[in-house]
């Protein structure tokens, strides 16, 4: 059954560093990868996603990276801002119809 | 304005009583989600529905029930077999149950057993 590991739990960045957090699959018949990120007492909204015929996908600050023979994925996030303080979840597909979730990772950017 | 309503946003229950919450959708999309988010853990899939008048099971689906008689609404039945309730649930929506398009999140309903 497909598991998504993503480290940090928690990150802490200056305002203007750059955020990295990472994620791992097992397997997947389906390429297609997104992050989502969450603000406190919200519902997650996309972010960014990547469908791997390509390794990296930029989106203004937010970048995917990909490595397909490694089975890992991460979200680099340029420029860190205090707006961007958020919990963030990466997910993979399992099977046909379902992503599985990473635990998160909950994101504060210090002024 | 299309999106997802989720009602109420805060649910008090006492334990033994089954709560139901609401889900509706206006985006006109096939797919329905329920999620339970707990600290630490993420996003866990309680039960999906690709069609109306059809779903499926999904990682946590013990203790929970739904319905999909119209395509709009998901609604989801915590019961009393469910032995720890206390989480936030979230329902999402997709055009098509295929896990390549995006899934639409809606503000959540926070449920704690008293």
């Known amino acids: 059954q497909q598991q998504v590991k993503q480290s940090p739990q928690s990150l802490i960045v200056q305002k203007g560093g750059i955020s990295i957090i990472n994620c791992a699959y097992e397997?997947?018949?389906?390429?297609?990868f997104p992050w989502y990120q969450q603000f406190p007492g919200k519902g997650p909204a996309l972010l960014i996603a990547i469908r791997p015929d390509v390794s990296e996908k930029k989106e203004g600050r937010f970048t995917i990276s990909f490595n397909k023979s490694a089975k890992q994925f991460s979200l680099h996030i340029m420029d860190s801002q205090p707006g961007d303080s958020a919990t963030y979840f990466c997910a993979a597909p399992r099977g046909a119809q379902k992503l599985v979730f990473g635990q998160g990772t909950r994101l504060t950017i210090n002024p | 304005d299309g999106g997802i309503t989720q009602s109420p946003k805060y649910l008090f229950r006492k334990e033994g009583q089954n709560v139901t919450l609401s889900c509706e959708q206006n985006l006109n999309h096939d797919a329905m989600y329920w999620y339970r988010q707990d600290p630490g853990q993420g996003l866990r899939l309680i039960y999906y529905s690709q069609i109306v008048n059809d779903f499926q099971k999904g990682d946590i689906a013990e203790g929970y029930s739904v319905s999909r008689e119209k395509k709009e609404s998901f609604p989801l039945t915590v019961t009393s077999a469910q032995k720890n309730p206390t989480a936030f649930y979230l329902c999402?929506?997709?055009?098509?149950?295929?896990?390549?398009?995006?899934?639409?999140f809606g503000p959540g309903t926070r449920l704690t057993v008293l």
């Open positions: 999402a929506s997709s055009i098509d149950p295929s896990p390549g398009t995006t899934q639409y």
């Open positions: 397997n997947t018949a389906f390429d297609y």
